[in-house]
């Protein structure tokens, strides 16, 4: 394939991008590789700078669940910018938007719209620290809740000690109050309330981790804690913003049937468009300016046009022809992928959502991931590109069927796959 448009722009966008991006994995350098720049998309595939088509399994890191401008969503947008982009102050659509998703998730009674899902997570994080009076929080090994201070931490020698930061510019006293541990291990977390009994604010956690690949929670993991949550008085946290109305309508606390304290929620609800949201009950969400104490604020949260974008794409989205779709075409696919892979791999997938790993056992948790053979995974990545087929562009990274792929574009992709292994 020839790239050389995209190799140009590159390199005049690093003269003025650090690394010539804005966020760091686009910049293809977990695979070696220029990224390719996109001159425009529909459906399930897009079209680089140098004219190259390709399936998208990325779909802007799993934000397009009905395909690339979709024309519910290209409708409303039309309407809503006719009426203004920006207002500063309410507007119709954010209340129904509220009320749709609140009524998919019955763990939340009020909702709060903010700009990303780092945003919704720093800001739900805040309201349980001063919901419980406490301030340590736990989180998981792998699991990524947007790059807020306080979350960017990796574990220490010790998995119940106060860890250190994953990143430079942290300082030490931001994250004292963070504790990160493996994932699938329910005795350490036993382990950590009781060493911190009364501490512990809360637990963070993708009920189903995307962000290093997808990993599958072990059987009663997620109910223990739950369970261990509420006899403690700390906070359950659900970050959703990759799992919600993605594995069901109401998220992986539908599919699992747990009701977390607190939800946090991007991507999908925004249609395409920057938004983030966090729930919960409202005896919780009260504690919010102006009602109580926790401060939180946005000049553009609520923005007409992505509420718009967001209606519409929730609506579609959970209407029972467009589940079924969803269902088929990743129930067919994924069924004919298990048979085509050899055993040097491994497949981890929930509803439309799945990863190829380049190990025999099954990850069950980050450190499991980091032993994958990352070298073979840069072959096929490349294999895949050169074939026309757009995965996400690391190992650490989940891959997503949308309602816009078709037959032939599944077949195309797993006839790739399987010249690859030949």
Known sequence: MNREISTKLFKQAEQILPGGVNSPVRSFKDIGETPIFIEKANGAEFIDADGNNFIDFCLSWGVHILGHNHPNIIEAVKKALDKGISYGTCCENEAKLADLVCSCYPSMDKIRFVNSGTEATMSAIRLARGYTKRDIIV??????????????????????????????????????????????????????????????????????????????????????????????????????????????PGGAQELYNIQPDLTCLGKIIGGGFPVGAFGGKA????????????????????NPIAMAAGLAAISTLIKPE???????????FIELLTQNLPAETTLNHIG???????????????????????????????????????????????????????????????????????
């Open 139 to 248: 989180k998981f090994d792998g699991c990524y809740h947007g790059h807020s201070d306080s979350l960017l931490v990796s574990a220490g020698s010790g998995v119940t000690q106060i860890n250190e930061a994953s990143s430079e510019g942290v300082p030490a006293d931001i994250i004292k109050n963070t504790i990160s541990i493996p994932f699938n291990n329910i005795e350490l977390v036993k382990e950590v309330f009781a060493k911190h009994q009364g501490q512990i604010a809360a637990v963070i956690i993708e009920p189903i981790p995307a962000n290093m690949g997808v990993i599958i929670p072990q059987e009663g993991y997620l109910e223990s804690l739950r369970e261990i949550t509420q006899q403690e008085g700390s906070l359950l946290i659900f970050d959703e913003v990759i799992s919600g109305f993605r594995v069901a």
């Open 283 to 302: 005896e919780i969400m009260d504690l919010l300016a102006p009602n109580g104490p926790v401060y939180q604020a946005g000049t553009l949260s609520g």
């Open 322 to 332: 467009t589940q079924q779709l969803i269902k088929k075409n990743s129930d067919n």
């Open 352 to 422: 439309p959502m799945f990863t190829i790993f380049f190990s025999k056992q099954q990850p069950q948790c980050f450190e499991d991931v980091q032993q994958c053979d990352f070298e073979r995974f840069r072959e096929f990545y490349k294999h895949m590109l050169d074939s026309g087929v757009y995965l996400s562009p690391s190992q650490y990274e989940a891959n997503f069927i949308s309602a816009a792929h078709t037959k032939d574009m599944l077949d195309t992709t797993l006839k790739a796959i399987e010249k690859f292994f030949m």
